[in-house]
């Protein structure tokens, strides 16, 4: 079972407030441009894959007041798990990863991860949720239906982290790789500026 | 060649605060000085490319980091750094232990490849092979602080 990923942000974008900041990659921030601009989104478009985590980790320690909620790929979660590690060394209570799991590398014309099922002979789909468990997230939750998700995004959202989300969703067909929205270096600017004078997020002041 | 404590001193005179970091067996020695340090908070990483990408969060959130592995890490770096310094325009700096440099006899690759690797991204550095070249550690860094351009210090690693 899975959800839209679309519908999957449509659900995170209804509750985002003014000092929250979002950093979607790859087939989420190509979704999540169409929900709208907010000066607090960074559309991590170019990326470096696998990296979204580690720049919102970056963010998140650096404005320890403000949570910063990163929607990361299956794929790149795979291309460096690693981070995973390294983000609860660091225990950011105000970061949340979301990994939005289709199983497939999308943007290239939806190839398996080496993590689905299908491309596992004899092998079950990779479980992120223990992996994330193993690696030390204080919260981990998994949704596969968008009424469950959009029950608790706000239980989810008001947790102390680090908080790791796994949601099920499907491929969508045609997804091409993001363009950034505008050049990246004036993006990377006008978010720095906006990081160090918006409101803080309500829940973390 | 340094210890720790001097490097701490730099750093923080600097007013940096946060050296991302993943050690090697030199910079490795500094571990201590840079976790007792008040002003600078060290953030341990899996992967040497996941430092350029901490670091440039941090920035973007007015922090001030240092990039802090060995040069065999520079090598694993190449996409994170292409996409924080060339996509985004970051200025970040990093401290980058030079394996085998400072040994003439050595065959590691690790040595022949650092400089030609740092010239290929059009990276500027400066090389830090004797203790009393130390203070251009900070001279560079506010050079490119104040241009507003990434750069890179080596440290020399090897005999001494």
Known sequence: MSMSLVESLKVLHAVRTPGQVVIPTMGSAREWMTLGTHPLDFIYAPSAMGQAPLVGLGVALAQPERQVIVT???????????????ITAAAPRNLVLIVCDNSVYEVTGQQLTAAAEPARPGAPAVDYCAIARGCGFREVFAYERLEAWQAEVGRVLSVSGPTFVL???????????????????????????????????EAFN | MFTGQQIVTELERLGLTHVVWLPDSTLGQWEEALGASQALKLIRVCREGEAWSVAAGLALGGARPVVMIQCTGLFESGDSLRNAIFDYGLPLFAVIGHRSSLNPAATDSARRFTEPNLKSWGLDYRTIDKPEKLPELAMFFRSCRDAGRPGVVLIGEGKM
């Open chain 1, 167 to 201: 949601l099920s969703v499907a491929p969508v067909p045609g997804g091409a790789v993001p363009k950034s929205p505008a050049p990246a270096p004036q993006r990377a600017i006008e978010f720095s500026r906006a990081l160090q004078s918006a409101p803080l997020t």
């Open chain 1, 72 to 86: 990361n790929g299956d794929g790149c979660t795979l291309m460096n798990l690693g981070c995973l590690v390294t």
